[in-house]
């Protein structure tokens, strides 16, 4: 496994910002497989995430501003 997450993973968590509350910086974990996995700490009551609202459009703007 790495220890440390390739630089574009880096990129997309420090680009990363709810746009429905002011979440902890996202936190990357790597699963048994190599996979990495970006957890971010909502604030309690935040559409995101009750799913009442997709992430979806914050995660697409991460990565634009990642690129």
Not at 28 to 40: M, P, R, V
């Amino acid at each position: 496994m790495n220890e440390q997450p390739p630089p574009a993973v880096v990129a997309l968590a420090a680009a990363y910002t709810c746009g429905h509350c002011n979440s902890d910086p996202a936190k990357l974990n790597q699963d048994e497989y190599g996979i990495w996995h970006l957890a971010i700490g909502h604030d309690d009551g935040c559409p995101v995430l009750s799913r009442a609202v997709s992430d979806i459009p914050d995660t697409f703007r991460a990565i634009q501003e990642a690129l």
